[in-house]
């Protein structure tokens, strides 16, 4: 039985969900959510507890309702061995993880509390670096940097750093990154993964990042 995935047509939050199902070659149905419907689907989901705190993304496994993305994440790390090999691997993995996501609280106000401007973006960027610097210490304290996040094989953290590399790569100065190597080439590792690279160059990925339309570049 596949599952069932609903998300709006865009990245956001639930593009690291749809990168863990893609990659594990999971079969699954992408239910693209319009802006029109969600009011009802909402009312909906929150008398029957499919979408228990009015949110997406959601998904659903076989008769059982996920939502907040990172639940669902940690949910599919579980069920597809992506949670590291030890109990140890598994607190990195969320450790990390949770660090990627003070990042993107961050990201998300620039985009939709400050707008996006200029003077927003140059401000974010540079208040993020030292994040970066120490998301690249910490790579390199795994087998030297020149493999993934935690232990010796990809684990969900890895999807969740390729996407915040990425989205930070369409902001910045082309030469942003060159300050943080190993990040690079673990987000070419994660990119180049064949499953994964079958995803980025199909029409399933939305090519919106954000609601508000803003962060497909420096200048918008």
């Not at 599919?76 to 030890?86: D, E, I, Q, T, V």
Request: proline share 4%.
């Amino acid at each position: 039985m596949p599952i069932n995935y609903f998300y709006f047509g865009l990245r956001g939050r639930g593009e690291v969900i749809r990168l863990l199902l893609e990659d594990t070659k999971t079969e699954y149905v992408m239910h693209n959510v319009e802006f029109g419907q969600w009011p009802e689907m909402k009312r909906k989901g929150l008398e029957d507890g499919s979408i228990a705190f009015g949110q997406l993304p959601m998904l659903e496994d076989n008769g059982f309702h996920i939502v907040e993305s990172n639940s669902i994440v940690r949910h599919l790390a579980r069920k597809f061995n992506l949670y590291g090999k030890s109990a140890n691997e598994a607190t990195l993995c969320d450790m990390i993880n949770d660090y990627f996501e003070e990042i993107r609280d961050k990201y998300v106000h620039m985009i939709y509390r400050e707008g996006f401007s200029a003077a927003a973006r140059d401000a974010h960027l540079a208040n993020v670096t030292s994040f970066f610097g120490l998301l690249e210490n910490q790579l390199k304290r795994n087998n030297g940097g020149n493999g993934y996040l935690v232990g010796d094989d990809v684990t969900f953290v890895d999807y969740n750093a390729f996407e915040v590399i990425e989205m930070h790569q369409r902001i910045a100065p082309a030469n942003y990154f060159d300050a943080f190597p190993h990040l690079k080439a673990l987000s070419t590792r994660v990119s180049t993964r064949p499953n994964v690279a079958a995803y980025l160059a199909s029409p399933r990925r939305p090519e919106r990042l954000n609601g508000n339309g803003k962060g497909q570049s420096a200048d918008n």
